[in-house]
């Protein structure tokens, strides 16, 4: 079963969440995905259609002028100053 448990042993995770940071804080219009497959992490526009047989890890989406956020499953959030 996919989880974010096991996506965090993942030697791209944390490399994905910098992403997903920097391109929601480029575009404060556009939510940014972060998918795991079991194999991979991926980083897509959250309009974009997932990755086949993946979950979604976490959102990022600008929060104000300084900070974007990071939304999980279990509704846990964390904040990154930009």
């Given at each position: 079963?996919?989880?974010?448990q096991?996506?965090?042993?993942?030697?791209?995770?944390?490399?994905s969440l910098?992403?997903?940071v920097r391109?929601a804080?480029?575009?404060?219009?556009t939510?940014?995905?972060?998918?795991?497959?079991g194999?991979a992490?991926?980083?897509?526009?959250?309009?974009?259609?997932?990755?086949?047989?993946?979950?979604?890890?976490?959102?990022?989406?600008?929060?104000?002028?300084?900070?974007v956020?990071l939304?999980?499953a279990g509704?846990r959030?964390?904040w990154?100053?930009?």
């Open positions: 079963m996919l989880s974010e096991k996506a965090v042993l993942h030697p791209a995770y944390n490399d910098l992403t997903a391109r804080a480029d575009d404060p219009t939510c940014i995905s972060v998918y795991w497959d194999e992490v991926f980083v897509r526009t959250s309009n974009a259609a997932p990755p086949p047989r993946s979950i979604c890890i976490c959102v990022a989406q600008r929060w104000d002028a300084d900070t956020q939304r999980f509704a959030s964390e990154v100053k930009i």
